[in-house]
């Protein structure tokens, strides 16, 4: 073997290359990667030139591709097809690429309502203000959790996994008359919240002044913090208007039916003043 300092040892390659020697040898004896060299004793030499091939077959292998379509590749490789591969593989990495976005646009709304529940006072009602909000609404409810409404959840389910993929659980809405009048159960529709990455919605939650509260325990206590919620506008001169969003927060992390929080947020306006 001539100049012999221009070649490495499968072990001085690997390392170079940053892969295990016995891949080297595994991808030598079925055809994938062969040395430059190879000696009557039996030992490999490679070149640095041959990094540039391994690391292609290593990325390769990393976006997807099998070993069997590697060797059917180097079999009768061409730009086109070489182009092709790239093509399709590329557009398997975008998909991965905007599902592992979707999850972790999941998670971090997840996050994000497990934090809000951590501060959560049953009945405690404070006057917070909000920017515009996307929503996506549902079919027409009652609130009697009747075999109606159920089909109308299913329906909303289906319809926002379809749009988002993975998707946070959506909430109920109900119109601020039916609050105004005690009547807190009479339901408008499910909602669930748009995102920016999409041009779909239904409506539009308008910016401006909200009071938001949170009810600990099961729905049945909803009337009482409703009442908390009349009793504060009432004493700061207030009128609900608009309507009331509920969403449970940490249904992900309960340990009986008593924890369940349930936060409210509903549009209020300065008495007088219009809405």
Known sequence: MKNKKYYYTTGQFAK??????????????IGLFSPECREENGYR????????????????????????????????????????LIAEKKSLIDKSIRELLNTKAFLEQKSNKLSVSMGAEHGKVKLITLPEQRLLLSGPITGAYDD????AAGDFSLRLKSIFGLYDNFGSRIAAEEIINGRCHNYDCFFAYGRQDTEVY????????????????????????????RQFAEENQLELSGYAYEEGLNEMSLRGRDDYITMITIGCGKKG???
């Open 148 to 151: 109606a409404d159920f089909a």
């Open 16 to 29: 170079l290359s940053g892969i295990n020697k016995r891949t080297l040898h595994y991808y030598d004896e």
């Open 202 to 229: 239904d409506a539009i939650r308008p910016a401006g002044d909200y009071l938001r509260t949170f009810c600990i325990g099961g729905w049945e206590k909803l009337e009482e913090v409703y009442g908390a919620v």
């Open 273 to 275: 003043r219009g809405l």
């Open 45 to 84: 030499y490679y070149t640095c030139f041959q990094t540039v091939q391994l690391e292609l077959i290593i990325t390769l292998r990393k976006i997807g591709l099998s070993i069997e379509e590697i060797l059917r590749y180097q079999q009768n490789p061409s730009g086109d097809s070489f182009a092709e």
